[in-house]
């Protein structure tokens, strides 16, 4: 079993800047054999695909709206999964989740993991 703790949310102003974390921890639990993914969801919306990234980091997909802003990015080394937002709108406030899967960052795009973390609210002001 995979635990994932998101840490990184806040308020922030429209324009500015955030990083989220994920910490992964398990046993048996080998980081490096699973893809990574964030997630977002708002109130009354299903939770939806933000980005996620390949075992060894060297491949990553973005929801549309969000590339160019936000970059994902994992350390093997210290089990963790980070999402750096810059350009922050506020229709990207929302719950951010991590998610881990070991059936490949496309597979996981689709949402579809046993694995999610508690999430971490990010809310952007106008």
């Known amino acids: 079993q995979v635990q994932l703790v998101e840490s990184g949310g806040g308020l922030v102003q429209a324009g500015g800047s955030l990083r989220l974390s994920c910490a992964a921890s398990?046993?048996?639990?080998?980081?490096?054999?699973?893809?990574m993914g964030w997630f977002r969801q708002t109130p009354g919306k299903e939770r939806e695909f933000v980005a996620t990234?390949?075992?060894?980091?060297?491949?990553?997909y973005y929801e549309d709206s969000v590339k160019g802003r936000f970059t994902i990015s994992r350390d093997n080394a210290k089990n963790t999964v980070s999402l750096q937002m810059n350009s922050l709108k506020p229709e990207d406030t929302a719950v951010y989740f991590c998610?881990?899967?070991?059936?490949?960052?496309?597979?996981?795009?689709?949402?579809?993991?046993?694995?999610w973390g508690q999430g971490t609210q990010v809310t952007v002001s106008s």
């Open positions: 998610a881990a899967s070991t059936q490949g960052a496309v597979y996981l795009m689709r949402g579809v993991s046993d694995d």
């Open positions: 398990g046993s048996p639990f080998i980081f490096m054999t699973y893809a």
């Open positions: 990234i390949n075992e060894n980091g060297d491949t990553t």
